[in-house]
């Protein structure tokens, strides 16, 4: 039967193979118990997403039992803190930090598992990536976009943050390939937080609007703190309305722009669930687990004015 031999209901083969399920979920089971794991999480990022990635860590660990679990976050720079934790009994690191060789360079030293969140560095020893896929978010919006606006004539503002995040060029990558190919003549206007800092992006937002009175939609594709916020205030103060705004992550900023209506979609995933397959990652890496390690996008919720759950960080 396990061989496809003929002449085997197809309910008992499910039955074999629900129990066959069963017996390596239970040796997984013991296999967990008797093991405790030091798993560093290093986030550079403005604060309020570090908090987020802690508090998704600590809701993650009731999924990751029997297995104890001892997270160490650093909300530090990963090239002067990555050869500490190489130092230490650390068994694997969860790491967002930006694209660039110096950081490669500092993972490819570790003899630990790395797995990257929400930002990935493909070119780095990482084991795996989770997260969304950014570039499909980035098209979601664009698609999203062109919903709202329809057949009607305007330009898009972009708001993004500075720095080699890979996630971030993704979801613009994305956004702009989707937007040319559904409306070429749609011209777009990238304001940049140099800073993170949301008076500097309201005055940017306003510089922009001054000069180009045909913007009527906004993508916000990164997640400084009080930059959406600042958006709408800039095209409150320059007297102007917008048709859509889609944004991403919902955090509590965007929740209480959501509820009243100033953002028209956020773009959310479970960052719960994506700290939960980093741990089982990481497991896996150190031969507890078993099965291949996979990065699977996570999925993309879009979240309106009428859906919108409690504030998830």
């Known amino acids: 039967m396990l061989h496809q031999r003929g002449g085997v209901r197809d309910s008992t083969a499910r039955e074999v193979h629900e129990a066959i399920a069963d017996l390596d979920r239970q040796q997984s089971q013991v296999r967990l118990g008797g093991h405790t794991f030091m798993i560093d999480v290093v986030v550079q990022a403005p604060p309020r997403f570090a908090v987020a990635v802690k508090a998704a860590a600590e809701a993650a660990l009731p999924d990751l039992r029997p297995a104890v679990i001892r997270f160490r976050f650093h909300a530090a720079d990963p090239v002067s803190t990555l050869p500490r934790i190489g130092r230490s009994r650390s068994h694997g690191l969860i790491l967002k930090a930006p694209d660039r060789p110096e950081v490669a360079d500092a993972v490819g030293k570790l003899n630990i598992p790395v797995v ?38 305007g330009d898009v503002l972009v708001v993004r943050g ?10 613009e990558a994305g956004f702009r390939a989707e937007m040319s190919a559904r409306n070429p003549y749609r011209r777009l206007h990238v304001v940049v937080d140099e800073e993170d800092r949301a008076d500097a992006v309201h005055a940017r937002v306003r510089a922009v609007l001054a000069d180009n009175p045909s913007v009527r939609a906004v993508y916000s594709l990164y997640a400084g703190a009080g930059g959406n916020a600042a958006v709408v205030d800039a095209f409150a103060a320059e007297h102007r309305k917008y048709d859509v705004f889609v944004a991403h992550d919902l955090d509590a900023e965007n929740t209480a722009l959501l509820r009243t209506h100033a953002l028209s979609a956020v773009l959310h995933h479970d960052l719960r669930a994506d700290l939960r397959r980093a741990g089982l990652a990481i497991m896996q890496a150190q031969g507890v687990l078993a099965g291949p390690i996979r990065s699977n996008p996570a999925a993309i919720q879009v979240i309106t004015p009428f859906n919108t759950p409690p504030v998830e960080f």
């Open 116 to 153: 990257t969140l929400v930002t990935d560095l493909p070119s780095s020893k990482r084991v795996a990536y989770v997260g969304i896929d950014n570039a499909d978010a980035g098209a979601t919006a664009a698609y999203l976009v062109e919903q709202w606006l329809a057949d009607r004539a």
């Open 162 to 171: 500075d720095g080699a995040y890979r996630g971030e060029d993704e979801r």
